[in-house]
């Protein structure tokens, strides 16, 4: 059993004329001015040289600073505070040289975006037969396993329970959603199987050590504190949370990290707080290792606020780790603009965030060991509209980029 998871300044130009206009006489009382007696003609002086048609000024060209060239990488700073630097993974970016190097260059840690979810690590056909669920990897969760096995990368797998993408057929008597949902023990039964045949998979195939952690259950809350509806709390009930960690604890070996995972954490802080309370065996030892914070934060955020969360999950004793970070310019529903000053608070926010949570490694009241970011640069973003990565659209760094390597002189602040 476990023990413990960017204004423009207007400029304004007047011009001011003066207008002079000689009075007409039209008084014929008036006796006119003699006309003044003509002068000698001078002699003609000698025809001036044109004046040269002058050459139109050349329009300057703004100042570009230019992007600094830095040797640091994300494992190797994390690595200083004893955490991996991790980013998520899909074929797209396993297929692609320009992603390959990146990641290899900066992280040692890789989440799958979708292939370990159960969508695509159930076999519907196969479990109909075998009249159990089915466990049998996707093509492209085999190409990923390999991936991360041929360039020692470790593994947060994700996810197992979850409402979304989850395919619904598996809550149904003989797999068919035309029927009706089976009942508690059944369901408790498939969980089970289910479960246990991923870490045999796993184990079978030569990939389960590449692994440390695994998000067991994914994003079960609201924020009202009550627990967000799917088929797995229809058919099991209340307990489905406290029985996917029983399994998971049951099946997996000790050396990966058992944790539960959620988005909005900032605003769930006390019901998941008391929540991993309730993950205990008979004996009162944890079934959970960690929380995992989603982290998917906005440069507009009250970073204050947010310590407040990490340090109240901290004092469970768990780890705590920031599983899917991305920081939005502007807020929830209200976009910032990629200005050149909006840029610099978001390169502000990731060095304050980062800078904070190494400062409480140090001081011994937060325990983690890794720091994910959901994926590097803006173009391949999930959220691109937001740009909330450390690569723009071009692949060049921002100064995000250097905020998150704890380099303060390039991440944005102003002297």
């Known amino acids: 059993m476990r023990k413990w998871k960017l204004g423009a300044g207007i400029a304004i130009l007047a011009f001011c004329m003066a207008a002079c206009t000689a009075k007409e006489t039209n008084n014929p009382e008036m006796t006119?001015?003699?006309?003044?007696?003509?002068?000698?003609?001078?002699?003609?002086?000698?025809?001036?040289?044109?004046?040269?048609?002058?050459?139109?000024?050349?329009?300057?060209?703004?100042?570009?600073?230019?992007?600094?060239?830095?040797?640091?990488?994300?494992?190797?700073?994390?690595?200083?505070?004893?955490l991996k630097a991790g980013t998520c993974l899909s074929e797209y970016m396993a297929n692609n040289a320009d992603c390959q190097e990146f990641i290899k260059k900066h992280f040692n840690s890789i989440t799958f975006e979708n292939e370990l979810k159960p969508d695509y690590i159930l076999d519907k056909e196969a479990s109909k037969a075998a009249g159990d669920l089915v466990v049998k990897f996707s093509p492209a969760t085999e190409k990923l396993l390999a991936w991360c096995s041929e360039n020692d990368m470790a593994v947060r797998g994700h996810t197992l329970i979850w409402h979304s993408q989850t395919p619904q057929w598996i809550f149904y008597d003989n797999f068919d959603e035309s029927g009706k949902l089976v009942d508690r023990d059944t369901m408790l039964a498939r969980m089970e199987s289910y479960i246990r045949q991923v870490f045999e998979l796993l184990e079978k195939e030569g990939y389960l050590e590449l692994f440390y952690a695994y998000d067991v259950v994914n994003e079960a809350w609201m924020e009202d504190g009550t627990k967000r509806y799917s088929n797995w709390l229809a058919t099991i009930g209340d307990d489905y949370l406290w029985q996917a960690f029983y399994f998971a604890d049951k099946y997996a070996p000790e050396y990966i990290d058992l944790f539960y995972n959620d988005y909005n954490e900032q605003f769930k802080t006390e019901?998941?707080?008391?929540?991993?309370?309730?993950?205990?065996?008979?004996?009162?030892?944890?079934?959970?290792?960690?929380?995992?914070?989603?982290?998917?934060?906005?440069?507009?955020?009250?970073?204050?606020?947010?310590?407040?969360?990490?340090?109240?999950?901290?004092?469970?004793?768990?780890?705590?780790?920031?599983?899917?970070?991305?920081?939005?310019?502007?807020?929830?529903?209200?976009?910032?603009?990629?200005?050149?000053?909006?840029?610099?608070?978001?390169?502000?926010?990731?060095?304050?965030?980062?800078?904070?949570?190494?400062?409480?490694?140090?001081?011994?009241?937060?325990?983690?060991?890794?720091?994910?970011?959901?994926?590097?640069?803006?173009?391949?973003?999930?959220?691109?509209?937001?740009?909330?990565?450390?690569?723009?659209?071009?692949?060049?760094?921002?100064?995000?980029?250097?905020?998150?390597?704890?380099?303060?002189?390039?991440?944005?602040?102003?002297?």
């Not at 025809?47 to 703004?62: I, N, Q, R």
């Open 271 to 415: 019901t998941l707080y008391n929540f991993i309370q309730t993950l205990v065996d008979a004996d009162g030892n944890y079934l959970i290792d960690g929380i995992g914070f989603q982290a998917h934060l906005y440069t507009m955020d009250n970073l204050d606020d947010y310590f407040k969360t990490v340090d109240r999950l901290s004092s469970l004793g768990i780890k705590v780790n920031l599983t899917e970070l991305d920081v939005c310019l502007g807020k929830y529903q209200d976009i910032g603009y990629a200005t050149d000053k909006n840029k610099k608070i978001q390169g502000q926010f990731y060095y304050n965030l980062i800078s904070g949570l190494m400062q409480r490694v140090k001081d011994g009241t937060l325990k983690t060991d890794s720091l994910t970011f959901w994926g590097f640069a803006d173009a391949l973003s999930w959220r691109q509209e937001y740009n909330p990565l450390l690569l723009d659209r071009k692949w060049q760094p921002k100064y995000a980029y250097f905020g998150a390597l704890l380099l303060k002189e390039y991440a944005g602040f102003d002297e």
């Open 32 to 82: 006119p001015t003699p006309t003044a007696e003509a002068q000698p003609t001078a002699e003609p002086t000698a025809t001036p040289e044109p004046t040269a048609t002058p050459k139109p000024t050349a329009t300057p060209k703004p100042t570009v600073t230019p992007i600094p060239v830095v040797s640091e990488t994300y494992k190797e700073v994390l690595g200083e505070y004893g």
